[in-house]
């Protein structure tokens, strides 16, 4: 019978993370606590209990120490509470699932209503709600999304183990009824993985067996799955539950596993099942009882951990007894007598390492015997094939690359183990360069030692990959190029960057990151398939995270701080100053009128911005822009005297006059007495919005914030203009008055009369 190992199986990262730190926790000698169950999958958390991870229903009562968050979120209220009786916070949730939480909050925060599509009962479910303010809505399916009716703004994030399809499917719907939609794909990319190469394998097996905890979502939608093939599909939790007429019959078996299932109950499962199989084998032919149904030893050494090999080693049977409750020290998935035999293997060494026993015919020749030939032989390094050594550039041609590995002979690098890349030798190294190099091969005969740098690059870079992932060290990777769903790195070996994973975003092109270098970590590695998975996108989240801290730490109402414009709507912009966002409102934005924020900011602007209000219960920040640009009333009085008469353009009309802007940030009021000589009913008769006018200044109160302009003063000024001009004209020397005409003769008349 075959036996076939998914090709996704054992803990994804998230689940993984979050065993390690709780581990880490409890070795630590504090008292570790857990809000429920820290993964789904009771074998596990019992495992974990066994080393002082303890799960509890709330910290009621609760001695001093460390609150491990789950993987699949703890409510937001509960980890508040913690924080505030002193236990010490450490937060395991699975990044996707903190993405999905923080993604609810800001939709939240922006005024939508957010819907989460996914199971209201399941706790990640539920601690995402509390991230949104409690006010969710949780839809399970297309008929919930129908049932919502018209929504002004909604926000739709989904459970991370949600199907694709599904989710797609009621976005659709909400989509077709609501005003706004804005949809953030929070579905984790390990489990449709993980669902995909489960519908590979019930494809080609006879029989599937998925490996999990039934309380899993995750494991138990894998099982559905495997059903939909039409195959014999089993959901087991440990290798006790299998049965061995399952197998009868059966050409092929797959087995799978949940993102929560440890790697040692996988292993228990697959040694089980091919002793099993060598049972039927034993039943049903007695030719078969001395063989070994998978073509292997009976005492080869446990699968590795992954799974992953189309033909898994097995594990004694009796594994099993030794899930949770084992002694503490022993590995997961070895019998008791293995483990025995373990440490009488180390007693042995520890006496080994006090007298060396050398065979007779290898025994050191008499003091008086000539030494050199064998101290010279001694001193030679014995070489195989797979050895990674230092060595000595010597030269280098076409042919290849000799080095010196003190060896009996120099060693030869062909040209194409040099590099990955197809380059001339004296582009890679020159005499004398230090290397390390692979041994190929070791040819007794020609004395030709058969060397390779490119496999020792490759050696090393997947040695400095697992260091990577185990300390959570950042890398740098080269971008290589673009390629379907993401980006190929270099990092010593080919490494894939999923676009999810660039940046913390959406990001709709990829060709502007050739030529870039990214900073990663890495999520997934799998040196028997090559593959390495790479992620900047937590590197971000996790500066973000530090930075965002440090922000709420130093802010304080009143500062000035230099921001980004990372967001725009009808009602303001949001700006990021320091891994938090806060809120510029639209009547922030300028000193004058603005009708939408795009007149004044854009995403991606950089500027200054003064904290208004910080409301840290809520997380929420008010920013202000004009508070530091200059007051435009501070100049009032100067730029707009009494009696002035000024250009302005009106903005609104109200009963008792209307407003008139001056510049940007100062509006005067004519009042509907000083619009017209005449009698006015109403405003509209004289200005309509928009208009330019040139107003007379009455009174300026700058302090108040007022300004008293008269339409009905310009038309008098006007008006008394026109009258002097008039009389003006009246006594110009160019006319002639009746006086003057017969001022002569009335002086002759009056003269001979007086005479």
Known sequence: MRVEVADDIGFCYGVRR?????????ASG?????????IHNPQEVERLRAKGVIPVEDLTGAAPGVLVLRAHGTLKGAVEEAARSGMRVLDATCPHVKAAQEAAARLYSEGYRVVIVGDPDHPEVRATNSY?????????????ARSLGPVAR?????QTTVRRDLFESVAEIIASVAGETKVVRTICDATMRRQEAVRRLAERCDLVLVVGGRN????????????????DAYLIETAAELEPDWFRGKGSVGIAGGT???????????????????????????EGAGGNASGRAEGDAPGSAEGRAEEPTAVPSGGAENAPGREEGASPGVPGDAAESEDAAASEGEEAAGSISVPEEHAPAAPSEPQDGRIYDESLKTLKEGDVIPGRVVSLDENGVMVDVGYKSEGIIPPNELSRKQVAPAEVVRPGDEIMVYVLGVDNQEGVLRLSKRRADEELAWQRLEESLKEGRIIEAPVVQEVKGGLVVDVGVRGFVPASQIERGYVSNLSKYSGRTLRVKVLELDRSKNRVVLSQRVVLEEERERLRAQTWADIAEGQIRQGVVKGITDFGAFVDIGGVDGLLHVSELSWGRVSHPTE???????????????????????????QVLPDPWATVATKYPVDSVVEGKVTRLAPFGAFVQLEPGVEGLIHISEMSRE?????DEVVSPGQSVRVKVLRSRPEDRRISLSLRAVEDDREKKRVDDYLSEQRSPDKVTLGEVFGDILDEAKNESQS
């Open 18 to 26: 979050a065993v390690e730190m709780a581990e880490e926790a409890a």
């Open 132 to 144: 949104a303010g409690g006010e969710c809505v949780v839809i399970e399916g297309p008929e919930g």
């Open 154 to 158: 909604v926000g739709i994030v989904a």
């Open 216 to 231: 899993s979502a995750n494991t138990r939608r894998l099982a559905e799955i495997a059903r939909e093939g039409r195959r």
């Open 260 to 286: 929560s299932t440890p790697d040692w109950i996988i292993k228990e499962v697959v040694g089980k099942v091919e002793d099993m199989d060598k049972a039927v084998i034993r039943e049903d032919s007695p």
């Open 30 to 38: 504090e008292r570790t606590y857990c809000l429920g169950q820290l």
């Open 679 to 683: 009698r006015v009913s109403k405003p």
């Open 600 to 626: 004044v900011v854009k995403e991606g602007d950089e500027i200054d911005v003064m904290i208004l209000r910080i409301d840290r219960e809520k997380g929420k920040i008010s920013l202000g822009l004009k």
